[in-house]
């Protein structure tokens, strides 16, 4: 089980954490990601990190604005939002990919090849 955590509402330049708690899996063999799905739009790419923590992509609309990081002993996975912007406003998921299959670049940012996915956090940004 994946339970997605930390959204809210903020302003335009401010910051917010996610966080995303692991549940009856081993967390340390999945690596995870984050997307997210705005009203009226397919569900995109944001950031993913490694099982192993040796690859960390982000989509080009948050890079260098969010940080994705993962916690092994507390089973969570991060997503650090800073000087977020209106257009960031979606449903954020996150979702887990078991270590065995390709760590491609293609497969990390490809919704469809996560195994398991959260419930979703609102994020909504006022400007």
């Known amino acids: 089980q994946l339970q997605a955590s930390g959204g809210g509402l903020v302003q335009a330049g401010g910051s917010l954490r996610l966080s995303c708690v692991v549940s009856?899996?081993?967390?340390?063999?999945?690596?995870m990601g984050w997307f997210r799905q705005a009203p009226g739009k397919e569900r995109e790419f944001v950031s993913t990190?490694?099982?192993?923590?040796?690859?960390?992509y982000y989509a080009d609309s948050v890079k260098g604005r969010f940080t994705i990081s993962r916690d092994n002993f507390k089973s969570t996975c991060y997503l650090q939002m800073n000087n977020l912007k209106s257009e960031d406003t979606a449903l954020y998921y996150c979702?887990?990919?078991?270590?065995?299959?390709?760590?491609?670049?293609?497969?990390?940012?490809?919704?469809?090849?996560?195994?398991?996915w959260g419930q979703g956090t609102q994020v909504t940004v006022s400007s």
């Open positions: 009856g899996r081993t967390f340390s063999s999945y690596s």
């Open positions: 990190i490694s099982w192993n923590e040796t690859v960390r």
């Open positions: 979702s887990a990919r078991y270590r065995l299959y390709s760590d491609a670049k293609e497969m990390l940012t490809d919704r469809n090849a996560y195994h398991y």
